[in-house]
């Protein structure tokens, strides 16, 4: 890739700045000795889940039923953030043993940086080696980092204008709504190096997701399979959810969070109002429930409805946190709290499982792939790491400086 500066046409979108000033709502002190109180429980939860892992493995999921964890070699998707979670922990306890787990995790992923089959990569190497960039505040993982973007970039057909997920013979060319995520990796690249070719690849793919992946209510397809070589759509599917006219739970998180973040990486305004009208479409939900934890899907028939996504809702959380900072104070207020409601009831009895129990994760009840009866009904490590971010980021909320950590990210 050239080295040279941003796009002209991003500089000018940063330029012209938000549809309204970022806003500084303040966390309220009762919540942040919850969350003090939560994040304490978690350190020495995974300190739990350290003796119970493999040397060379992850951390996926947790069956009580048969006293089974599950893990996963560094070439899952999941893979990143277990580390990434204990960086949070760190940064919050500066406990050293969970920085000394974090960093020889580290070393299991660090041959991923090159792998080019699989979308997946800001998950892997961005919530691990990125926090870490961060909580260490060192440099020493920027060429990992670099190289992972340089992978991830490899993935990206312009006939499409989007990265593409996964490589099976389902589908031609399948983009999911999760890949938004991994749209942050790219955006890092560009930061640090001035090199506007990752900056386009993600704003292609955000825009692209933009115009297929929604319906008029602002709710997402999971799947869209596009046609190689002339970039239309073949087909719009939901395949983790109820139906391909549902809206996944999951899926709808996903899609908050990646627009969120795409609009503190370009401050195009456009990104900031996908993420309101999803938001809207989630809030405003029939099916959602009072206490804001989503069921797994918002169009689950009645007999589904128990199963909970507490993944789902630790990532509504975090994305809802950041997002209200973004808008004007009545938005911000509801944004902030249905973001509060959904990590009190996360810190629930219901939810939050006790030190030495729930195979050491921190969560219970979430839902990975019902159809797939993957997943169900379980600990997930990827909830575990968005509800730390979540609390990390509402306690940010009111220091001065402190949200250039979590909710800035690399700015």
């Given at each position: ?25 303040q ?16 350190a020495?939860q995974?300190?739990v ?40 922990l760190?940064?919050?306890?500066h ?13 299991l ?30 440099k ?13 970039s ?23 709504i ?19 070719a990752f ?10 997701t ?13 799947v869209?399979?596009?046609d ?8 719009r ?36 109002m996908?993420?309101?009208n ?57 944004y ?6 959904i990590i009190?009831?996360l ?14 994760f921190?969560?219970?009840h ?28 509402y ?16 700015q």
């Amino acid at each position: 890739m050239l080295r040279n500066s941003l796009l002209a046409a991003g500089l000018m979108i940063c330029a012209a700045g938000a549809a309204q000033k970022p806003i500084r709502l303040q966390p309220k002190p009762a919540l942040v000795r919850l969350i003090d109180g939560n994040l304490r429980q978690a350190a020495n939860q995974y300190k739990v889940l350290m003796g119970k892992i493999p040397a060379n493995r992850m951390p996926k999921t947790y069956y009580a039923m048969q006293d089974r964890l599950e893990t996963s070699d560094s070439k899952w998707w999941t893979s990143g953030f277990y580390p990434g979670t204990l960086f949070y922990l760190y940064e919050f306890s500066h406990d050293t043993s969970l920085l000394h787990e974090a960093t020889k995790r580290l070393r299991l992923l660090e041959n991923e940086q090159f792998d080019k089959g699989t979308h997946d990569l800001g998950f892997m190497m961005y919530c691990s080696f990125g926090n870490a960039r961060r909580a260490l505040n060192t440099k020493d993982y920027d060429d990992i980092l670099l190289n992972s973007a340089r992978s991830l970039s490899t993935r990206f057909n312009p006939k499409v204008g989007c990265i593409k997920s996964w490589d099976n013979n389902k589908w031609q060319y399948p983009v999911i709504i999760d890949n938004m995520m991994n749209l942050e990796l790219l955006l890092f690249a560009t930061h640090i190096t001035g090199d506007s070719a990752f900056y386009r690849v993600a704003v292609s793919h955000a825009n692209t997701t933009m115009k297929n992946h929604f319906r008029p209510d602002y709710s997402s397809f999971h799947v869209v399979n596009y046609d190689t070589a002339t970039g239309a759509v073949l087909a719009r599917v939901t395949a983790q959810g109820f139906a391909d006219s549902s809206a996944w739970a999951r899926g709808q998180a996903w899609g908050l969070y990646g627009y969120t973040m795409m609009y503190r990486g370009t401050h195009d305004p456009r990104y900031l109002m996908q993420a309101e009208n999803i938001a809207h479409f989630i809030l405003g939900n029939p099916n959602l429930p009072a206490d804001k934890v989503p069921v797994w899907d918002y169009n689950a028939p009645e007999g589904q409805r128990a199963l909970r996504d507490a993944s789902a809702g630790a990532v509504m959380a975090s994305a809802l946190i950041e997002l209200s900072r973004y808008v004007g104070p009545e938005k911000g207020k509801e944004y902030l709290d249905a973001a509060e409601q959904i990590i009190v009831t996360l810190s629930s009895s219901n939810y939050h499982a006790i030190v030495g129990s729930n195979g050491g994760f921190i969560l219970k009840h979430s839902v990975g792939h019902l159809p797939g009866r993957s997943e169900v009904d379980v600990p997930l490590t990827y909830a575990d790491y968005y509800f730390v971010e979540a609390m990390l980021r509402y306690k940010q909320l009111g220091e001065k400086d402190g949200s250039a950590h979590h909710v800035e990210g690399f700015q």
